[in-house]
């Protein structure tokens, strides 16, 4: 029979995006590091999530 993984559905980058500026615009914090010291942005560069990327710099720029 063997193991079979479950595969998770993602939703298209755009509604990603969407669900990302909503958490923001409601206090989420990106910069908050995960155990491995990995923030938002950095999962989203290790990710090459570009448009995400983009997102949470322009954030960071508007907060500092």
């Known amino acids: 029979q063997g193991s079979k993984k479950k595969k998770i559905p993602l939703m ?8 990302v500026a909503l958490l923001l615009k409601h206090g989420a914090d990106p910069m908050i590091a995960d155990f491995e010291n990995r923030t938002a942005l950095s999962w989203a560069e290790r990710l090459n999530m570009s448009e995400l990327v ?11």
């Open 12 to 19: 298209p980058i755009n509604e990603a995006i969407k669900v």
């Open 54 to 64: 983009t997102l949470f710099r322009l954030y960071r720029q508007l907060k500092m």
